[in-house]
């Protein structure tokens, strides 16, 4: 009886200015109202379609709800989806756009050709990508026009240092501390230096050795860090831009107005490990070094203690935040928090919805943590603000102890 009292569509509020979403400047969380230009029409119409006909929505929607370990997709199943796309995006004939350089996972020449089709500002970072970026260690780095710049200037040159040992965190768990290096070799984002500095120094022009900690915290796994302040990388980094991340106020700000029959589901996606998917140049190959129980290794990939490591993450987080809304088009709401994305969908359409993003990412190769993706119903007014809180808290949390 009182469900017929109520609106049938939430009313949504109309904000003066853009809601940060992690996105950057060009973008922005709400979008409830049609796209002046939706240049995705065309390939979501055709996606809707396969994911209807094949019965994938169902299948996917059945993984996000069960807390599936593994892609809900498998290569063969992605392909028709993926040749959609190859002839909506008028690309030529060849499989070049569908390469993945080595020592990263994303399908980047595909991705910036999509970029590129839907203008986005940023586009041609993807293209530093695949030989991996510089650090900017003494060095001016090129601002991204997606993001405030920053007007601060190179500091004065502090030599860079090379420690000889680890934290103290480490050295006492030198169990747990060698089977992660082993996990970190195995992916491929770090490589041992048997000689040790020698070596290094014969390797590098430029090197700078740091310390090794882990974090050991109740509930979660633990975590290898290493402190690059100690050894004088973050002194000498100047970033060129301010890099944005949404705030509590943020969510509940496009939370609807008041209650209606009309109710929306919570997506939760989280990128796996998502600095380490990012290449070091090999220039500054030598920069982002530790050793561990007496040995000696070096980043191959972006970690979590450089402080170049949140702004690339944070522009690629970006491009991947600006992908997800042209897609989504209008009647949603969605933020990302370092590697952790939050959407709100149409409940009735929420199966679909949540399908195309999955494709998507799964197309361009973003690397997921599938168990811990969610679908989950926001049943009422109160019960959203509790959820958004919820949220901020687990993803703040969570980053605090990547870092």
């Known amino acids: 009886m009182t469900g017929n009292l109520l609106p049938k569509q939430l009313s949504w509020p109309d904000p003066p200015g853009r809601i940060e979403d992690g996105g950057g400047l060009p973008s922005t969380a709400l979008h409830m109202q049609p796209q002046r230009h939706d240049k995705m029409a065309a390939l979501r119409s055709r996606w809707f379609r396969?994911?209807?006909?094949?019965?994938?929505?169902?299948?996917?929607?059945?993984?996000?709800?069960?807390?599936?370990?593994?892609?809900?997709?498998?290569?063969?199943?992605?392909?028709?989806?993926?040749?959609?796309?190859?002839?909506?995006?008028d690309c030529p004939p060849g499989d070049f756009l569908l390469d993945i350089s080595p020592g990263q996972p994303f399908r980047l020449k595909l991705w910036h050709r999509l970029a590129t089709f839907l203008r986005d500002p940023d586009a041609d970072f993807l293209l530093q990508l695949p030989t991996g970026v510089r650090l900017g260690v003494n060095e001016s780095l090129t601002p991204s026009p997606a993001w405030p710049q920053h007007s601060g200037m190179l500091p004065e040159e502090v030599p860079l240092q090379d420690c000889s040992d680890s934290w103290k965190s480490a050295q006492d768990h030198p169990e747990i501390v060698q089977s992660l290096i082993q996990e970190e070799l195995d992916a491929g984002f770090i490589a041992h230096v048997p000689g040790?500095?020698?070596?290094?120094?014969?390797?590098?022009?430029?090197?700078?050795?740091?310390?090794?900690?882990?974090?050991?915290?109740?509930?979660?796994?633990?975590?290898?860090?290493?402190?690059?302040?100690?050894?004088?990388?973050?002194?000498?980094?100047?970033?060129?831009?301010?890099?944005?991340?949404?705030?509590?106020?943020?969510?509940?700000q496009c939370a609807p107005d008041s209650m209606a029959t009309?109710?929306?589901?919570?997506?939760?996606?989280?990128?796996?490990?998502?600095?380490?998917?990012?290449?070091?140049?090999?220039?500054?190959?030598g920069l982002l070094c530790f050793h561990a129980n007496g040995e000696l290794y070096r980043c191959i990939t972006l970690n979590f203690g450089a402080r170049a490591s949140g702004w690339y993450w944070g522009r690629l987080a970006g491009i991947m935040v600006r992908?997800?809304?042209?897609?989504?088009?209008?009647?949603?709401?969605?933020?990302?928090?370092?590697?952790?994305?939050l959407?709100?969908?149409?409940?009735?359409?929420?199966?679909?919805?949540?399908?195309?993003?999955?494709?998507?990412?799964?197309?361009?190769?973003?690397?997921?943590?599938?168990?811990?993706?969610?679908?989950s119903d926001t049943v009422d007014w109160i019960g959203w603000r509790i959820s958004v809180a919820y949220w901020m808290i687990e993803v703040r949390t969570s980053s605090s102890v990547r870092r």
């Open 50 to 89: 396969r994911l209807s006909d094949s019965r994938h929505c169902l299948k996917i929607t059945a993984a996000l709800l069960s807390g599936c370990k593994e892609p809900p997709l498998s290569e063969d199943e992605l392909k028709p989806y993926l040749d959609d796309m190859l002839e909506i995006l």
């Open 262 to 285: 009309q109710q929306m589901t919570q997506l939760t996606l989280d990128v796996a490990k998502a600095h380490r998917r990012i290449l070091v140049h090999p220039d500054d190959g």
């Open 343 to 375: 959407a709100w969908l149409d409940k009735v359409s929420s199966p679909l919805w949540a399908s195309l993003l999955v494709v998507l990412l799964l197309i361009l190769g973003v690397p997921m943590s599938w168990h811990k993706a969610a679908l």
């Open 323 to 341: 992908s997800c809304h042209s897609f989504l088009a209008y009647g949603h709401a969605l933020w990302q928090y370092v590697d952790d994305l």
């Open 196 to 252: 040790g500095i020698p070596q290094l120094k014969q390797m590098y022009s430029k090197t700078a050795i740091g310390k090794l900690g882990v974090v050991l915290a109740p509930g979660r796994s633990p975590r290898l860090v290493v402190d690059s302040s100690i050894s004088m990388v973050t002194a000498n980094t100047v970033l060129p831009n301010h890099m944005l991340l949404p705030r509590i106020a943020d969510v509940i």
